[in-house]
């Protein structure tokens, strides 16, 4: 929707239900605030995998919005929540139901030898959308067109992918490709908030990097290394009910 020359995605954020559980999904942290206002008193910055529960309010939810890059804004509510001993609102288009990436967790699997070629990115893929949005529940690839691995050495093995995955009730679509100089992943989400996927892309770029920026163009969003040059990138263009969601690596 354009508004002069600033682009809202006036998209519903990630919600989650009473005595449920939320993460903080924003690399940067999240504030917790002592209430719904905008400039509320924070009680203290929540670092970026802190775990949340949500907490009844009978107060309207208020809206809220901020400005991530130039025509790109994210939309969505100050939610209620406890996290240790303390309650307050936090923005909860930086919320995830499934524990965000972190740099532990990509360290650990390139470390895993039996691991064999699956790449991070389809186990990324695998183990966080099956808890946002819709399937919630992934269960075997309804189909796989194509699937094949490369190997040339089994000491240091050059593994290259390629396969075309549909999940199950065809909420998710993703192709693979893996070679000598990177590798790419296209997704298309249907079902999906763009806060959802924006959350998600947000946290595997900026894990895979060591720091990312973010821009906004003709309708795409492109997350990259903050000198643009080798690394990991992920671009979200929303296209009606469709999202399609690119991620790659190379050097």
């Keep these: 929707m354009k508004i002069g020359v600033t682009i809202l995605f006036v998209l519903?954020?990630?919600?989650?239900?009473?005595?449920?559980?939320?993460?903080?999904?924003?690399?940067?942290?999240?504030?917790?605030?002592?209430?719904?206002?905008?400039?509320?008193?924070?009680?203290?910055?929540?670092?970026?995998?802190?775990?949340?529960?949500?907490?009844?309010?009978?107060?309207?939810?208020?809206?809220?919005?901020?400005?991530?890059?130039?025509?790109?804004?994210?939309?969505?509510?100050?939610?209620?929540?406890?996290?240790?001993?303390?309650?307050?609102?936090?923005?909860?288009?930086?919320?995830?139901?499934?524990?965000?990436?972190?740099?532990?967790?990509?360290?650990?699997?390139?470390?895993?030898?039996?691991?064999?070629?699956?790449?991070?990115?389809?186990?990324?893929?695998?183990?966080?959308?099956?808890?946002?949005?819709?399937?919630?529940?992934?269960?075997?690839?309804?189909?796989?067109?194509?699937?094949?691995?490369?190997?040339?050495?089994?000491?240091?093995?050059y593994c290259q992918q390629g396969f075309s995955q549909k999940f199950a009730n065809s909420n998710i679509v993703a192709s693979y490709s893996q070679g000598e100089g990177g590798a790419s992943m296209d997704v298309t989400l249907k079902g999906y908030t763009f806060n959802q996927v924006y959350a998600i892309a947000l946290s595997m770029t900026t894990m895979m990097n060591e720091g990312v920026s973010v821009s906004y163009n003709s309708g795409v969003v492109s997350i990259g290394p903050k000198d643009d040059g080798a690394g990991c990138y992920s671009t979200i263009e929303v296209k009606g009910n469709t999202i399609i969601w690119n991620f790659g690596c190379g050097c």
Excluded at 105 to 113: A, S
Excluded at 131 to 151: M, N, R
């Design 12 to 157: 519903i954020s990630v919600a989650f239900g009473f005595a449920q559980t939320a993460y903080v999904a924003a690399p940067s942290g999240l504030k917790l605030r002592k209430t719904a206002a905008a400039n509320g008193e924070v009680v203290k910055t929540l670092p970026y995998g802190t775990k949340l529960i949500s907490v009844a309010d009978k107060k309207p939810k208020a809206a809220h919005k901020t400005k991530e890059a130039e025509g790109l804004y994210l939309k969505g509510f100050r939610q209620k929540v406890t996290v240790d001993k303390d309650t307050g609102y936090v923005f909860d288009a930086f919320l995830m139901p499934v524990e965000p990436i972190g740099k532990k967790e990509v360290e650990t699997y390139y470390d895993d030898t039996t691991r064999g070629c699956k790449p991070f990115d389809i186990y990324f893929l695998e183990s966080r959308f099956k808890a946002v949005g819709k399937p919630y529940d992934l269960k075997s690839f309804a189909s796989i067109d194509t699937a094949y691995w490369v190997v040339t050495d089994k000491n240091d093995p």
